[in-house]
Protein backbone atom coordinates (compact mmCIF):
# COMPACT_ATOMS: atom_id res chain seq x y z
CA UNK A 1 0.00 0.00 0.00
CA UNK A 2 1.42 3.70 -0.59
CA UNK A 3 2.37 5.71 1.85
CA UNK A 4 -0.45 8.36 3.07
CA UNK A 5 -1.41 10.80 5.55
CA UNK A 6 -5.37 10.83 7.31
CA UNK A 7 -6.45 14.22 9.06
CA UNK A 8 -8.88 13.84 11.84
CA UNK A 9 -10.46 15.49 14.69
CA UNK A 10 -12.51 14.90 18.19
CA UNK A 11 -14.12 16.37 20.82
CA UNK A 12 -16.39 18.63 18.69
CA UNK A 13 -12.98 19.79 17.01
CA UNK A 14 -11.12 20.44 20.09
CA UNK A 15 -8.49 17.21 19.51
CA UNK A 16 -6.25 17.75 16.13
CA UNK A 17 -5.46 14.06 15.18
CA UNK A 18 -3.07 13.49 12.19
CA UNK A 19 -1.42 9.96 10.98
CA UNK A 20 0.68 8.88 8.14
CA UNK A 21 2.66 5.99 6.93
CA UNK A 22 6.08 6.21 5.58
CA UNK A 23 7.19 2.81 4.66
CA UNK A 24 8.14 3.03 1.43
CA UNK A 25 9.41 6.60 1.33
CA UNK A 26 11.41 5.34 4.56
CA UNK A 27 12.75 2.49 2.43
CA UNK A 28 13.82 4.81 -0.64
CA UNK A 29 16.18 6.86 1.94
CA UNK A 30 17.70 3.46 3.26
CA UNK A 31 18.66 2.57 -0.26
CA UNK A 32 19.32 6.05 -1.56
CA UNK A 33 21.80 6.83 1.40
CA UNK A 34 22.83 3.29 1.98
CA UNK A 35 21.42 3.54 5.91
CA UNK A 36 22.79 1.45 8.44
CA UNK A 37 20.08 0.24 10.79
CA UNK A 38 19.81 2.95 13.30
CA UNK A 39 20.49 5.68 10.78
CA UNK A 40 17.33 4.47 9.33
CA UNK A 41 15.12 4.33 12.17
CA UNK A 42 16.53 8.13 13.19
CA UNK A 43 16.14 9.60 9.28
CA UNK A 44 12.77 7.87 8.83
CA UNK A 45 11.69 9.40 12.16
CA UNK A 46 12.75 12.69 11.43
CA UNK A 47 10.59 12.40 7.89
CA UNK A 48 7.63 11.35 9.65
CA UNK A 49 7.63 13.75 11.83
CA UNK A 50 7.94 16.76 8.98
CA UNK A 51 4.98 15.32 7.01
CA UNK A 52 2.88 15.60 10.33
CA UNK A 53 4.62 18.83 11.06
CA UNK A 54 3.93 20.48 7.70
CA UNK A 55 0.32 18.87 7.11
CA UNK A 56 -1.22 21.62 9.58
CA UNK A 57 -0.06 24.61 7.33
CA UNK A 58 -2.65 26.37 5.18
CA UNK A 59 -0.67 27.50 2.14
CA UNK A 60 0.28 24.86 -0.82
CA UNK A 61 3.84 25.78 -1.37
CA UNK A 62 4.40 25.52 2.69
CA UNK A 63 7.43 23.62 3.88
CA UNK A 64 8.92 22.56 7.10
CA UNK A 65 12.57 22.26 7.61
CA UNK A 66 14.13 19.90 10.82
CA UNK A 67 17.69 19.95 11.71
CA UNK A 68 19.05 17.72 14.47
CA UNK A 69 22.58 18.30 15.86
CA UNK A 70 23.50 15.92 18.22
CA UNK A 71 26.12 14.78 20.36
CA UNK A 72 26.15 11.05 19.31
CA UNK A 73 28.31 9.83 16.57
CA UNK A 74 25.49 9.85 13.70
CA UNK A 75 26.49 13.60 13.71
CA UNK A 76 23.02 15.13 12.92
CA UNK A 77 20.41 15.15 10.25
CA UNK A 78 18.46 17.45 7.91
CA UNK A 79 14.80 17.04 6.88
CA UNK A 80 12.96 19.00 4.28
CA UNK A 81 8.59 18.18 4.23
CA UNK A 82 6.04 19.69 1.98
CA UNK A 83 2.51 20.38 2.47
CA UNK A 84 2.37 18.65 -1.32
CA UNK A 85 3.52 15.21 0.25
CA UNK A 86 6.91 15.26 -0.47
CA UNK A 87 10.11 14.97 1.91
CA UNK A 88 13.45 14.24 1.63
CA UNK A 89 16.31 14.08 3.71
CA UNK A 90 19.82 12.77 5.12
CA UNK A 91 21.93 11.78 8.08
CA UNK A 92 25.58 13.41 8.17
CA UNK A 93 27.24 9.73 8.83
CA UNK A 94 24.38 7.33 7.65
CA UNK A 95 27.07 4.43 7.61
CA UNK A 96 27.29 4.44 12.13
CA UNK A 97 25.82 1.97 13.60
CA UNK A 98 24.92 1.01 17.31
CA UNK A 99 23.76 -1.85 19.52
CA UNK A 100 20.09 -2.03 20.39
CA UNK A 101 18.72 -1.27 23.86
CA UNK A 102 18.36 -3.64 26.27
CA UNK A 103 14.35 -4.61 24.94
CA UNK A 104 16.08 -4.81 21.39
CA UNK A 105 14.95 -1.16 20.27
CA UNK A 106 17.09 0.83 17.92
CA UNK A 107 19.19 3.44 20.10
CA UNK A 108 18.54 6.15 17.93
CA UNK A 109 18.83 8.35 21.52
CA UNK A 110 22.40 7.12 21.84
CA UNK A 111 22.57 7.65 18.18
CA UNK A 112 21.86 11.03 17.87
CA UNK A 113 23.11 12.19 21.36
CA UNK A 114 21.31 13.83 24.53
CA UNK A 115 23.51 16.67 24.23
CA UNK A 116 22.86 19.26 20.94
CA UNK A 117 19.48 21.46 19.48
CA UNK A 118 16.54 20.71 17.47
CA UNK A 119 16.05 23.71 14.97
CA UNK A 120 12.81 23.90 13.05
CA UNK A 121 11.63 26.11 10.35
CA UNK A 122 8.40 26.83 8.81
CA UNK A 123 7.87 28.83 5.61
CA UNK A 124 4.68 29.49 3.98
CA UNK A 125 7.07 30.20 0.55
CA UNK A 126 6.55 34.00 1.02
CA UNK A 127 8.02 36.61 3.71
CA UNK A 128 10.66 35.18 6.31
CA UNK A 129 10.11 32.07 7.07
CA UNK A 130 9.98 31.18 11.32
CA UNK A 131 12.22 29.28 13.28
CA UNK A 132 12.94 27.60 16.69
CA UNK A 133 15.70 26.39 18.28
CA UNK A 134 14.96 23.76 21.23
CA UNK A 135 18.08 22.12 23.25
CA UNK A 136 17.73 17.67 22.59
CA UNK A 137 15.51 16.22 25.61
CA UNK A 138 16.40 12.45 24.37
CA UNK A 139 17.55 12.48 20.67
CA UNK A 140 14.94 10.09 20.11
CA UNK A 141 13.10 12.76 17.44
CA UNK A 142 9.76 12.23 18.85
CA UNK A 143 10.62 13.66 22.57
CA UNK A 144 12.68 16.66 21.13
CA UNK A 145 9.66 17.65 18.62
CA UNK A 146 7.14 17.17 21.45
CA UNK A 147 9.25 19.18 23.68
CA UNK A 148 9.48 21.89 20.66
CA UNK A 149 5.86 22.05 20.12
CA UNK A 150 5.07 22.62 24.01
CA UNK A 151 7.29 25.13 24.03
CA UNK A 152 7.93 26.86 20.73
CA UNK A 153 4.34 26.63 19.62
CA UNK A 154 2.81 26.23 23.19
CA UNK A 155 0.55 23.74 22.10
CA UNK A 156 -0.19 20.99 24.47
CA UNK A 157 0.84 17.74 21.71
CA UNK A 158 1.83 14.29 21.49
CA UNK A 159 4.20 12.78 18.67
CA UNK A 160 4.51 9.27 18.12
CA UNK A 161 7.31 8.06 15.66
CA UNK A 162 8.06 4.46 14.60
CA UNK A 163 10.49 3.04 12.19
CA UNK A 164 10.79 -0.94 12.30
CA UNK A 165 14.01 -2.21 10.22
CA UNK A 166 14.28 -5.94 9.12
CA UNK A 167 17.07 -8.04 7.69
CA UNK A 168 15.35 -7.05 4.16
CA UNK A 169 14.96 -3.38 4.89
CA UNK A 170 12.24 -1.03 6.35
CA UNK A 171 8.82 -3.15 6.95
CA UNK A 172 6.93 -0.66 8.64
CA UNK A 173 7.09 2.93 9.22
CA UNK A 174 4.79 5.57 10.38
CA UNK A 175 3.72 8.63 13.07
CA UNK A 176 0.87 9.94 14.82
CA UNK A 177 0.25 13.61 16.28
CA UNK A 178 -2.31 14.79 18.57
CA UNK A 179 -2.87 17.93 19.26
CA UNK A 180 -5.10 19.55 22.28
CA UNK A 181 -6.40 22.73 20.66
CA UNK A 182 -7.32 26.21 22.27
CA UNK A 183 -10.83 25.14 22.44
CA UNK A 184 -10.09 22.61 24.41
CA UNK A 185 -7.24 22.94 26.76
CA UNK A 186 -9.05 23.49 29.88
CA UNK A 187 -10.39 20.64 30.12
CA UNK A 188 -8.32 18.43 32.55
CA UNK A 189 -10.47 15.38 32.26
CA UNK A 190 -9.87 15.38 28.41
CA UNK A 191 -6.53 15.99 28.64
CA UNK A 192 -5.95 13.18 31.03
CA UNK A 193 -7.60 10.99 29.10
CA UNK A 194 -5.59 11.17 26.19
CA UNK A 195 -2.71 11.17 27.79
CA UNK A 196 -3.44 7.42 29.71
CA UNK A 197 -4.45 6.38 26.56
CA UNK A 198 -1.04 7.67 24.56
CA UNK A 199 0.40 5.79 27.91
CA UNK A 200 -0.78 2.63 27.21
CA UNK A 201 0.61 2.35 24.05
CA UNK A 202 3.62 0.55 23.47
CA UNK A 203 5.01 2.35 20.05
CA UNK A 204 3.45 2.78 16.95
CA UNK A 205 5.20 0.12 14.85
CA UNK A 206 3.52 -2.67 16.80
CA UNK A 207 0.39 -1.42 15.41
CA UNK A 208 1.40 -1.34 11.95
CA UNK A 209 2.92 -4.58 12.15
CA UNK A 210 0.13 -6.20 13.56
CA UNK A 211 -2.12 -4.34 10.34
CA UNK A 212 -3.93 -1.71 11.83
CA UNK A 213 -4.93 0.92 9.70
CA UNK A 214 -4.59 4.55 10.51
CA UNK A 215 -8.33 4.81 10.67
CA UNK A 216 -8.44 1.63 13.52
CA UNK A 217 -5.37 3.44 15.48
CA UNK A 218 -7.87 6.40 15.39
CA UNK A 219 -10.70 4.83 16.59
CA UNK A 220 -8.75 2.52 19.22
CA UNK A 221 -7.36 6.32 21.08
CA UNK A 222 -10.24 8.34 20.28
CA UNK A 223 -12.70 6.75 18.62
CA UNK A 224 -15.16 7.47 21.85
CA UNK A 225 -15.00 11.23 22.39
CA UNK A 226 -16.69 12.50 19.11
CA UNK A 227 -13.82 11.26 16.17
CA UNK A 228 -14.25 12.37 12.73
CA UNK A 229 -11.72 11.28 10.07
CA UNK A 230 -11.79 13.92 7.38
CA UNK A 231 -12.53 12.92 3.90
CA UNK A 232 -9.59 12.01 1.78
CA UNK A 233 -6.14 10.86 2.63
CA UNK A 234 -2.96 12.15 0.88
CA UNK A 235 -0.48 10.10 -0.64
CA UNK A 236 3.29 10.94 0.25
CA UNK A 237 6.52 9.82 -1.11
CA UNK A 238 10.83 10.46 -0.88
CA UNK A 239 11.13 13.25 -2.95
CA UNK A 240 13.89 15.73 -4.49
CA UNK A 241 13.68 18.55 -6.52
CA UNK A 242 17.37 18.85 -7.81
CA UNK A 243 18.21 18.31 -11.47
CA UNK A 244 21.45 18.70 -13.76
CA UNK A 245 20.31 22.37 -14.39
CA UNK A 246 20.21 23.30 -10.89
CA UNK A 247 23.72 21.82 -10.39
CA UNK A 248 24.82 24.08 -13.31
CA UNK A 249 23.75 26.82 -12.08
CA UNK A 250 25.61 26.16 -8.43
CA UNK A 251 28.48 25.43 -10.73
CA UNK A 252 28.66 28.94 -12.33
CA UNK A 253 28.99 30.53 -9.04
CA UNK A 254 32.84 29.27 -8.86
CA UNK A 255 33.94 31.57 -11.30
CA UNK A 256 35.63 30.83 -14.45
CA UNK A 257 38.91 30.31 -12.82
CA UNK A 258 38.14 27.70 -10.32
CA UNK A 259 35.47 26.15 -13.88
CA UNK A 260 38.57 26.04 -15.60
CA UNK A 261 40.93 24.16 -12.82
CA UNK A 262 38.34 22.01 -12.78
CA UNK A 263 38.42 21.24 -16.71
CA UNK A 264 42.25 21.13 -16.16
CA UNK A 265 42.42 18.95 -13.09
CA UNK A 266 39.38 16.61 -13.33
CA UNK A 267 38.63 16.78 -16.84
CA UNK A 268 34.94 17.82 -15.76
CA UNK A 269 32.99 18.17 -12.27
CA UNK A 270 30.89 15.87 -9.95
CA UNK A 271 28.35 17.13 -7.50
CA UNK A 272 26.23 14.79 -4.99
CA UNK A 273 22.77 16.04 -3.96
CA UNK A 274 23.09 15.71 0.00
CA UNK A 275 19.09 14.83 0.28
CA UNK A 276 18.61 11.95 -2.18
CA UNK A 277 22.26 11.28 -2.83
CA UNK A 278 22.09 11.60 -6.65
CA UNK A 279 25.39 12.21 -8.71
CA UNK A 280 25.33 14.87 -11.65
CA UNK A 281 28.39 14.59 -13.79
CA UNK A 282 29.19 17.95 -16.13
CA UNK A 283 31.84 16.93 -18.68
CA UNK A 284 34.37 19.33 -20.01
CA UNK A 285 32.84 20.78 -22.74
CA UNK A 286 29.57 21.65 -20.53
CA UNK A 287 32.28 23.68 -17.99
CA UNK A 288 33.67 25.76 -20.86
CA UNK A 289 29.83 26.48 -21.79
CA UNK A 290 29.31 27.95 -18.46
CA UNK A 291 32.99 29.88 -18.51
CA UNK A 292 31.80 30.89 -21.63
CA UNK A 293 28.43 32.51 -20.37
CA UNK A 294 30.10 34.08 -17.51
CA UNK A 295 32.89 36.10 -19.39
CA UNK A 296 30.14 37.01 -21.67
CA UNK A 297 28.18 38.17 -19.31
CA UNK A 298 31.24 40.51 -17.65
CA UNK A 299 31.75 41.86 -21.14
Known amino acids: MADQLIRAT ?23 HDLSYVATAALGRAMTAGLLLVSSMKQPQSRVNIRVKGSGPLGGLMVDAGLDGTVRGYVEKPQVELPPTENG ?41 TQYLATSEQTPSALVLGVFVGADGVEVAGGLLLQV ?50 PGSQLVQFSCGCTRDRMLRALKLLGPDELADMIKV ?24 LINELEARAN
Open 181 to 230: LPKAARDELLITILEERLAALTGFTPLLRAGKSLPQIFEELVGDIGLEIL
Open 266 to 289: DDGAEAVCHFCNEKYRANSDQLQS
Open 105 to 145: KLDVGAAIGKEGYLYVIRDIGRGYPYSSTVELVSGEIGDDL
Open 10 to 32: AADGGIRVVGVTTTRLTEVARQR
